[in-house]
């Protein structure tokens, strides 16, 4: 049972270019999301999703974009990415049951 | 808006100790209360969850209470040893919906040996 997956664990990116981060779940939770982790701001929630086939915004989805196709599968999307958002991004995945929230190992982005 | 406050921000202690971690919340219509353990450079390793309608929850050396009323959990750690040291984060969840989850900042726990 590996859980939460998550790709690339470091990835270092110049202004512009563009890139997905993969998420991947095997506990069959309907719920997952993306955070980002900066010192000093805690955790912020980006995008998530309920199901497959239905996204949604949290707190910070500005350059960011999401779909859900399977269960499965949840990638962030970085069309051009910009020094702000050099971050630690987590996936994570909830039981719907008892809100028990899984998380991924990061990714470690930095934009130059 | 619900808002979740952790003090301290930072905490040492020498091994043996037995030691608290406080976790606040403002919204008390909590679904659950989740706290981590978040290792440096790592992701967040969940330790124990608490339903609304539970008081405590206990696992090993770490024992978890929740007073809805008063808006706080507390993390109490037995016999702390050095492989604790880490930040420790709590996190409520909400009712409906999609469960919004609200993180606290952590306390940063550092046993010495």
């Known amino acids: 049972n590996a859980g939460v997956t998550q790709t690339p664990k470091f990835q270092v990116l110049k202004t512009g270019q563009s890139m997905t981060l993969q998420c991947a779940q095997d506990m069959n939770h309907e719920y997952m999301s993306w955070y980002r982790q900066d010192p000093g701001m805690g955790l912020r929630l980006i995008h998530y999703?309920?199901?497959?086939?239905?996204?949604d915004q949290g707190e910070v989805p500005n350059g960011y974009n999401v779909s859900r196709s399977t269960t499965e599968d949840f990638p962030l999307r970085l069309l051009s990415a910009a020094p702000s958002q050099t971050s630690v991004y987590f996936c994570a995945s909830k039981d719907r049951g008892t809100g028990e929230l899984f998380f991924g190992e990061g990714s470690r982005l930095t934009v130059l | 808006k619900q808002e979740v406050t952790q003090i301290p921000a930072a905490l040492s202690v020498p091994e043996g100790e037995n030691l608290v971690l406080n976790c606040s919340f403002t919204d008390s219509a909590i679904y659950n209360l989740q706290w981590f353990r978040q290792d440096p450079g790592k992701g967040l390793t969940s330790l124990l969850l608490i339903q609304s309608s539970q008081r405590e929850q206990t696992s090993g050396r770490l024992n978890a209470s929740l007073d809805k009323s008063s808006g706080r959990s507390t993390l109490y750690i037995a016999a702390s040893q050095p492989g604790d040291s880490a930040t420790y984060l709590c996190a409520t969840g909400s009712s409906g919906g999609y469960q919004k989850v609200t993180f606290g900042t952590g306390t940063k726990l550092q046993v010495i040996p």
């Open positions: 999703s309920v199901g497959a086939g239905i996204t």
